[in-house]
């Protein structure tokens, strides 16, 4: 069965820094194209990052230059690296698996998601 | 960036009854729109991608179109199970990805 499951989320100060993880089984991270997709209170998903099966990677402006996508293939699991987070960084944080087409990529595979609250 | 902007923000709906739910993008996106559905506390879940094509295991009901900028997703006869938050993708233009605001779906 093709799963993603996070973990890393947690309360955390502004200015702080967070690790998420997400582990996958049914299907190999680094074959695919995967993405970091959160989801503040009562909003629409917002893309925040993805790293490529050839390993580039891509940021939202909003977290470019704090936040770091990266994988480890021995482990077949996704991480984002967190720092210098802000009150509007609070959200829900979807581990995502994407389809590729021609033009771009849409998500076929969610993870359960992991909950990031930065406040004092 | 390309602004997905979904109406409306609620659909009341009675349990049989057909829903219509439109996505509006500020840009053509050509077809490459995806829908998804979101239920409280869930991750979303894909429904609909090239604007028009069935993900796996998708009943029959749903059904996407449109091209351009102006898409539609219908649910052709309401299941109890269809109620919760829709909303559309594009990826036309990527990095980044956008979605729309979402349109809640409730009973009637």
């Known amino acids: 069965e093709v799963q993603l499951v996070e973990s890393g989320g947690g309360l955390i100060q502004p200015g702080g820094s967070l690790r998420l993880s997400c582990a996958a089984s049914g299907f190999t991270v680094s074959s695919n194209y995967m993405s970091w997709v959160r989801q503040a209170p009562g909003k629409g998903p917002e893309w925040v990052s993805v790293?490529?099966?050839?390993?580039?990677?891509y940021y939202a402006d909003s977290v470019k230059g704090r936040f770091t996508i990266s994988r480890d293939n021995s482990k077949n699991t996704l991480h984002l690296q967190m720092n210098s987070l802000r009150a509007e960084d609070t959200a829900v944080y979807y581990c995502a698996r994407d389809r590729i087409a021609a033009a771009g990529t849409w998500v076929d595979v969610w993870g359960q998601g992991t909950t990031v609250t930065v406040s004092s | 960036e390309i602004v997905m902007t979904q109406s409306p923000a609620t659909l009341s709906v009675s349990p049989g009854e057909r829903a219509t739910l439109s996505c509006r993008a500020s840009?053509?996106?050509?077809?490459?729109l995806a829908w998804y559905q979101q239920k409280p506390g869930q991750a979303p879940r894909l429904l609909i991608y090239?604007?028009?094509t069935r993900a796996t295991g998708i009943p029959a009901r749903f059904s996407g179109s449109g091209s351009g900028t102006e898409f539609t997703l219908t649910i052709s006869s309401l299941q109890s199970e269809d109620f919760a938050v829709y909303y559309c993708?594009?990826?036309?233009?990527?990095?980044?990805?956008?979605f729309g605001q979402g349109t809640r779906v409730d009973i009637k």
């Open positions: 090239g604007a028009s």
């Open positions: 993708q594009q990826y036309n233009n990527w990095p980044p990805v956008t």
């Open positions: 840009q053509s996106v050509r077809s490459n």
């Open positions: 790293i490529y099966s050839g390993g580039s990677t």
